[in-house]
Nanobody, 123 residues
Framework: QVQLVESGGGLVQPGGSLRLSCAAS????????MGWFRQAPGPVRQFIAA????????YYADSANGRFTISRDNAKNTVYLEMNNLKPEDTAVYYC????????????????WGQGTRVTVSS
């Protein structure tokens, strides 16, 4: 079955860094664009970053641009989110998601989602 499994979350101090990973299985990973989203307490799942199927194009939310980097390794069926200079407002559950054919920022267009990994930024 299709699985997306996030890892790498945890507790980090403000200004610190984390690298999140999302391991994919059960589908043709290299045919799907991938995205990272986060959800703090509340109803909104916020777009963070996305990358196209080959890793040649990326797109970032304003809140992430310059601090976060999305990348992928199709040989490992894995997408990454490098997070630097973390702030308390980055605290959230982070989700990866897969969408067939094209890069998009819209959560409703994604086909599959992981269960999330929690990131807490606190001193």
């Amino acid at each position: 079955q299709v699985q997306l499994v996030e890892s790498g979350g945890g507790l980090v101090q403000p200004g610190g860094s984390l690298r999140l990973s999302c391991a994919a299985s059960g589908f043709s990973f290299s045919h799907y664009a991938m995205g990272w989203f986060r959800q703090a307490p509340g109803p909104v799942r916020q777009f963070i970053a996305a990358i196209d199927e080959a890793g040649g194009s990326t797109y970032y939310a304003d809140s992430a641009n310059g601090r976060f980097t999305i990348s992928r390794d199709n040989a490992k069926n894995t997408v990454y989110l490098e997070m630097n200079n973390l702030k308390p407002e980055d605290t959230a559950v982070y989700y990866c998601a897969a969408v067939l054919t094209y890069l998009t920022v819209a959560p409703a267009r994604y086909d599959w989602w992981g269960q999330g990994t929690r990131v807490t930024v606190s001193s």
